[in-house]
């Protein structure tokens, strides 16, 4: 189908018509629609190399292996994570995913001690992750997400589709539970990111991640004790000219 035939991106409105359209259709044609005739060559995958971030990157490896895949490596993430995506990579044979990091000049004028993330979470976050994938989604028009609504309270109604600013963005899992990526690994035989067997659910930075306990939610240990719940990267419109 025509990403024109009826349907206008960019905003909200147009995101909640996709919603309706598309709430029914399997998750991997979802995938397949929104690569191959929503967005063809204008759509990325934003992947973490996390917990269950597996389930889409296979997906979207026997859909198109050559679809964009964007990383972001904080400079601060676990050596787990990078070892899993360095796998991923090889074991899926996916061929397009870009690593992008955050720039240097303002690193070192207010993070030369590492310790922002202690000073002002945000501004870290702002600087290691918002605007790299900022700059890095300039050229187009729709990204994918990995999240799900059971992952915290703050995810409950996410949305199918959802505006983010001039474009569109995709949460194919939004409705998947624990158990259902859990039968996808089983199923497909994919590898475990190595600190889930830690009880770390949600994998961010070092020292912004610790393991989740009995009871809490899985994003518990992001963060912890800080009443900070998002990166900052699903907050707003992404927009790569503003010191968001």
């Known amino acids: 189908m025509s990403a024109h035939e009826g349907l206008l991106f960019g905003d909200q409105i147009a995101a909640s018509r996709l919603a309706e359209k598309f709430f029914a259709l399997e998750t991997r044609k979802l995938l397949r629609l929104v690569i191959e005739d929503l967005f063809p060559g204008r759509i990325a995958l934003v992947s973490s190399f996390g917990a269950d971030s597996a389930v889409l990157l296979h997906m979207v490896s026997e859909i198109d292996p050559a679809t964009r895949v964007i990383f972001i490596d904080s400079l601060r993430l676990f050596p787990e994570t990078l070892a899993y995506r360095d796998r991923l990579i090889a074991q899926l044979r996916l061929t397009n995913v870009a690593t992008v990091k955050p ?5 070192a004028a207010e993070d030369a001690d590492n310790f922002l993330w202690a000073r002002d979470p945000d501004r870290c976050c702002e600087l290691r992750k918002v605007l790299p994938l900022a700059n890095a989604l300039k050229d187009f028009d729709a990204w994918i997400t990995g999240r799900k609504r059971f992952q915290s309270m703050t995810r409950t109604a996410l949305p199918l589709f959802e505006a983010d600013g001039a474009r569109t963005k995709v949460n194919p899992l939004a409705a998947w539970t624990q158990a259902e990526i859990d039968d996808y690994f089983a199923k497909h035989s994919l590898p475990r990111h190595d600190l889930v067997a830690k009880n770390y659910f949600s994998i961010g930075c070092v020292p912004c991640t610790s393991p989740v306990r009995s009871g809490e939610d ?11 719940t998002e990166c900052g990267v699903h907050v707003a419109a992404l927009d790569a000219g503003a010191d968001i």
């Open 103 to 107: 720039d240097e000049q303002p690193l």
């Open 218 to 228: 899985i994003r518990a240990g992001r963060w912890r004790g800080r009443g900070k």
